[in-house]
Nanobody, 124 residues
Framework: QVQLVESGGGLVQAGGSLRLSCAASGRTFSSYAMGWFRQAPGKEREFVAA????????YYADSVKGRFTISRDNAKSTVYLQMNSLQPEDTAVYYCAADAAITLHSDGGRYDYWGQGTQVTVSS
């Protein structure tokens, strides 16, 4: 089992920045690729970004490429999502997830463990 706890969400004005954190506990963090997803009210869950076990590979949704950066610190069992140039359409609950596979996936169904989510609200 892996437990994931997100933090760092909040209210920010358009053009601002936030950094989300996801702290993991349980099994060895470095054994899992990690992903960030988001879900806005009335919409389906959407892939945001993923990072490989070592952090050497990353993968982004087109909608966030160039604005968001995913990173991880295996010594701290934490994955981060730095979000810059935030827009109102980025408003959502953001979830981190852990995937035991080696390949980076954008399909949430491939992830094994999920956090409870953190709210990000971007005002115009």
């Amino acid at each position: 089992q892996v437990q994931l706890v997100e933090s760092g969400g909040g209210l920010v004005q358009a053009g601002g920045s936030l950094r989300l954190s996801c702290a993991a506990s349980g099994r060895t963090f470095s054994s899992y690729a990690m992903g960030w997803f988001r879900q806005a009210p009335g919409k389906e869950r959407e892939f945001v970004a993923a990072i490989s076990r070592s952090g050497s590979r990353t993968y982004y949704a087109d909608s966030v490429k160039g604005r968001f950066t995913i990173s991880r610190d295996n010594a701290k069992s934490t994955v981060y999502l730095q979000m810059n140039s935030l827009q109102p359409e980025d408003t959502a609950v953001y979830y981190c997830a852990a995937d035991a596979a080696i390949t980076l996936h954008s399909d949430g169904g491939r992830y094994d463990y999920w956090g409870q989510g953190t709210q990000v609200t971007v005002s115009s």
